[in-house]
């Protein structure tokens, strides 16, 4: 198709956004279509070329005759990637001006334009699309009871056909398997056969596609040695590519678990009607390889082996019906391989001790306003659950900008964030119970704040995150540095003493609260400070699983943390805010995800 303008797929979402708020229906219909079609566009040609560069490297003539240590691997990973390279030069028009984040493909990968779509459609009174683009969005969002509703609001505007509604982001074979099907209905079996190769073919495709475009980046959050980042890498790759034959089965919003199969269901019986036995015995066995007990196919088979010229030679699945199923087995087992023996590495036995909560210091105590201490937030076994999931993964590094001691090179400090250990529990590495715990004892914590403060607005989650920091240096030496220099949450401070609330600061926040894990280490003691040496200290809190300290995040809130002299100091870093813009996503998007591996 046909783009009029330069603009990236990401500013036309803007636009579109823009034009909507601004209650230009048309010129959002414009930047909408024109991003979906961007976005296709995109997604296509970067698919195609990891596609075609595979294939090229695949089929390279290698650089030595026989292959050692899998160096062949890594020569056609060597070609691929220059391929790729100069693939997105020639594509240049497509990819300029793309900034392509997680996010933005986020975006358009949920579906959202036809949230704005359906509406400015229906503004400028075309309703068959407005109809067509709330379908659209069902078909991924099947609960949506907001856009079932309008979608049948739109089905009785006069004039809408509900036989023309269509799935605008329907890949192309699902056309033609409804064709094929409707064949067969009216027993047109030159016309199954056609429809129904084709639409495989495509299925085939569209399936080859969907997995190209698990081939993304990823970002690890810590720096793993080569051989385990090639793992973590593949792992994710891997999970979201067995994911797309769920996501091409679902037909217009139906459920098919056995689209690709049921090819060749329609197709032995065509070949067979068409007197094409052969063909019809290749299709029967590359069903078959799919469900190998299916009772109606095993009785096809025994009927067409008593055919005069039909032997068991002739029952020889297809070439690509073997590659899928071997390719699909494999996975498998490598996945369950993964979720089986990934599960419960570290995890030590141990024994049972729910602490008491109860508050033990308030502002008086701990010398300053708005702050407070409590313990018995967690118990043993839940401290030590979250110091599994930190020192399971988070091997050295965290989101500190890639740093592995930002605060001091005397210690290394590595975290996972909620969303770090939320994708863990989605690829399968991490058993779903630690994150279960990790979302309960941050939700207890932010109940406690609430309460405790009195606060009548909804305290939001902004960002949580679970961080050790580790002594690298000499115990017995005499360290005056902190492990965390003294600041202010919220703002930052400058020379003169004012805390300035612009970014790089997390301005948002308006409340934090430390979650300690352990006590088992040297120093590391928290402080408030009157000064930002830490010289003038208000009142220290001793660490230890199950204590939290609360404070508002402003610079009446000055603190730090004192050198961690020996042994690891593990605590979780709540953030909490009014701003409902700042509201921490992974959260949510655990509970979904703890939800959908529930119902599965
Ligand atoms: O770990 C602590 O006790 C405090 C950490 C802290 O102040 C921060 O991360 O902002
Ligand atoms: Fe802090």
């Given amino acids: 198709f046909q783009t009029n303008s330069n603009e990236s797929c990401v500013r036309l979402y803007e636009k579109g956004v823009e034009a909507y708020l601004d209650n230009d229906y048309q010129e959002c219909v414009e930047n909408f279509e024109e991003a979906v079609q961007k976005y296709q566009l995109y997604k296509k040609v970067t698919n195609n070329c990891r596609l075609k560069c595979k294939q090229e490297a695949d089929t390279s003539d290698p650089l030595f005759r026989v292959d050692v240590e899998n160096l062949l691997f890594y020569e056609r990973a060597i070609k691929n990637t220059l391929c790729i390279m100069h693939c997105k030069t020639e594509n240049a028009d497509v990819f300029n001006g793309t900034q392509m984040n997680f996010e933005t493909e986020q975006l358009f990968e949920d579906q959202k334009p036809y949230e704005y779509l359906h509406i400015c459609y229906f503004q400028t009174k075309e309703y068959q699309k407005a109809a067509s683009a709330a379908f659209t969005y069902l078909v991924t969002h099947p609960n949506d009871k907001a856009m079932q509703g309008n979608l049948k609001h739109y089905t009785q505007v006069e004039g809408v056909k509900s036989d023309d509604i269509v799935n605008f982001e329907a890949k192309s074979f699902v056309y033609l398997y409804a064709h094929g099907a409707d064949a067969y209905n009216k027993k047109d079996w030159k016309n199954v056969e056609h429809n129904m190769e084709e639409s495989l073919g495509l299925y085939l495709q569209a399936e080859e596609e969907c997995r190209a475009g698990c081939e993304g980046p990823f970002d690890h959050g810590w720096y793993p040695d080569f051989i385990p980042s090639i793992a973590n890498h593949f ?213 406690e704040v609430k309460n405790y403060f009195k606060l009548n607005d909804e305290l939001h989650f902004s960002y949580t995150h679970l961080v050790c920091r580790s002594a690298l240096s000499d115990p017995s030496l005499n360290r005056t540095d902190l492990s965390h220099q003294i600041h202010a949450d919220n703002c930052n401070i400058l020379e003169d003493g004012v805390c300035e609330k612009t970014a790089p600061a997390f301005f948002w926040r308006d409340y934090s609260a430390i979650l300690y894990l352990n006590s088992n280490f040297e120093g590391g003691e928290f402080i408030f400070s009157n000064d930002l040496l830490g010289e003038d200290v208000q009142s220290s809190v001793e660490p230890k699983c199950g204590r939290m300290v609360a404070f508002s995040s402003g610079q009446e809130n000055l603190h730090g943390v004192k050198a961690v002299k020996s042994g690891s100091r593990c605590a979780i870093g709540i953030w909490f805010t009014f701003n409902v813009t700042h509201i921490e996503k992974d959260r949510a998007l655990s509970y979904d995800m703890l939800d959908m591996l529930k119902n599965t």
């Fill in 235 to 447: 792992t994710m790759v891997l999970k979201c590519k067995m994911d797309c034959s769920e996501k091409l089965n679902t037909l217009n919003g139906e459920e098919h678990d056995d689209l690709l199969p049921s090819h060749y269901h329609y197709l032995q019986y065509a070949y067979f009607k068409m007197g094409n036995i052969k063909e019809a015995c290749q299709a029967v066995a590359s069903y078959l390889l799919f469900f190998p007990d299916d009772e109606t196919m095993l009785d096809n088979m025994k009927y067409y082996r008593s055919l005069p010229k039909v032997d068991n030679e002739d029952f020889r699945p297809r070439e690509e019906a073997v590659k899928y199923v071997q390719r699909k087995i494999y996975e498998n087992k490598i996945m369950n391989f993964v979720n089986h023996e990934y599960r419960n590495i570290g995890v030590t036995q141990i024994d049972e001790e729910t602490g008491s909560k109860r508050n033990i210091a308030n502002e008086k105590q701990l010398r300053g306003p708005k702050r407070f201490l409590s313990d018995g937030l967690a118990s043993r076994r839940e401290c030590k659950s979250l110091i599994a999931i930190a020192r399971i993964f988070a091997v050295l590094g965290d989101g500190y900008k890639g740093k592995k001691s930002p605060h001091t090179e005397r210690e290394s400090f590595h975290g996972i964030t909620l969303g770090r250990a939320a994708f863990l529990t989605y690829v399968g590495l991490l058993d779903t119970k630690y994150l279960e715990i990790y979302l309960r004892i941050t939700e207890s914590v932010r109940r």
